[in-house]
């Protein structure tokens, strides 16, 4: 796919738009993030409290967006990564994610591993009826995933998880039995990015190492969340992967910067760095943007079977 990545409009900026579809799994709230002329939609807040550079409503701009899905951590909501969103789409991207509503019962959680991939999927079929949709190219999105949306967006990559393989699940195995991963696989996705990736132990490194396109790993080198896996697994089998650790990162750094009110709620998720996380969302967002700018563009090629660490 050719895409103009770093072509500069000085009138664009992005604009965003909220959805609420009906589907088998109840409402999905969505948002997407498109590019569009600054100045010609209202301002608005994420969740009330975060200050959005994006405009409800704004004009688009522009037409064959790619697509990116992105899909967040267990707990969290769509505006986690709205940095990533608001970045992509000025630069020509149409950017989708969901809320997951994970479920938070200890006993009840591993229903979530059936339900966040297809939730994923059924937003995708239901953006494609939506006005923005003419303006979006669906033929091969990027997927990108926070934490355990990680083991969502691999899912629809075509990586068949095994949960048998994670003692945490032993009692389930029946139940998890029922998950059709093939319902939620696209058939011709670009990349995938992973951010401090978890569950790994679900995937059997033949699945992994089937994955035949390029994946970018952006870890956190002061991660202490119990993940059931790490990133190093992932590296480690992907067959073609670049692997970036964040120094003086925690396993929230890929989260929005919280005001203070959010801090106190969320102190946890809004802590854990030894680096401003301002900072750490720049080297992320260089990161993923010449990630984006070598799959849109081709050059330079990925190599089958090259892992990079840097």
Request: hydrophobic share 40%.
């Amino acid at each position: 796919m050719q895409h103009a990545l770093t072509d500069t409009f000085p009138d664009r900026g992005c604009g965003v738009a909220h959805y609420t579809w009906h589907s088998v799994l109840g409402d999905v709230s969505a948002s997407l993030w498109y590019p569009a002329f600054t100045g010609t939609g209202k301002a608005v807040h994420y969740l009330r409290v975060l200050q959005a550079q994006a405009e409800e409503g704004a004009i688009p701009c522009g037409e064959c967006w790619p697509l990116v899905i992105m899909s967040h951590g267990a707990g969290g909501s769509r505006f986690d990564q709205y940095y990533l969103a608001e970045c992509l789409a000025a630069r020509g991207f149409a950017v989708l994610t969901v809320d997951h509503r994970d479920i938070q019962d200890g006993q009840q959680r591993w229903r979530n591993l059936l339900t966040r991939p297809l939730r994923l999927a059924l937003a995708q079929q239901a953006l494609q009826h939506e006005a923005l949709a003419e303006n979006i190219d669906f033929s091969r999105p990027l997927l990108i995933g926070h934490s355990a949306g990680a083991y969502d967006v691999l899912v629809k990559c075509g990586c068949i998880p095994r949960f048998e393989l994670e003692e945490e699940f032993s009692t389930v195995l029946t139940e998890l039995g029922a998950f059709d991963a093939s319902a939620c696989r696209l058939s011709s996705p670009l990349g995938v990015v992973l951010m401090a990736p978890a569950l790994s132990n679900l995937f059997p490194a033949e699945s992994l190492s089937s994955l035949d396109i390029p994946a970018l790993i952006l870890s956190a080198d002061q991660d202490s969340v119990r993940m059931l896996g790490t990133p190093a697994d992932y590296a480690a089998r992907l067959p073609t992967v670049i692997h970036h650790t964040l120094s003086g990162a925690g396993h929230y750094a890929f989260v929005h910067e919280s005001p203070p009110i959010l801090r106190a709620l969320n102190p946890v998720v809004s802590g854990g760095d030894v680096r401003p996380r301002k900072q750490l969302h720049e080297e992320i967002i260089s990161h993923l943007t010449a990630f984006c700018d070598r799959l849109c563009h081709g050059e330079p090629t990925f190599t089958q079977g090259a892992t990079h660490y840097v």
